[in-house]
């Protein structure tokens, strides 16, 4: 599957947007990035870095902002259709959002999150 830069992001502004307000005000300190892919491990569609709101403690700060990748070209790979591109962003950004919550992988999967 094939799609231009520009469309991709938008598709995640999109995702983005699904996130309900009083949860997307606890992501002020979170950076949203799109890469092509993972240098390390091609095959992952996205990638949260930081430290998730549960395991924050009174002496939380000076940090960076937390980072969540998602993985354009690793995602686009495994898509065969503009719909499943959407759907698969849809996924992956949710996925990746939910880690910094502190929802875990197992969570996420046995809920169709993965």
């Not at 070209?73 to 499943?84: F, K, Q, R, V």
């Amino acid at each position: 599957m094939r799609m231009d830069d520009r469309e991709f992001e938008e598709l995640v502004a999109d995702a983005l947007d699904e996130i309900p307000p009083e949860l997307a005000r606890e992501m002020s300190n979170v950076v949203i990035l799109v890469e092509p892919a993972h240098p390390q491990s091609p095959h992952i569609l996205g990638l949260y870095e930081g430290i998730a709101l549960t395991e924050r403690t009174s002496e939380y700060g000076g940090f960076l902002p937390d980072t969540i990748t998602i993985y354009r070209d690793s995602i686009l790979a495994i898509c065969a259709t503009p719909g499943d591109v959407r759907e698969q962003v849809r996924i992956t950004v949710i996925h990746e959002v939910a880690h910094h919550f502190g929802i875990d992988d197992r969570w996420l999967h046995e809920h169709g999150w993965a």
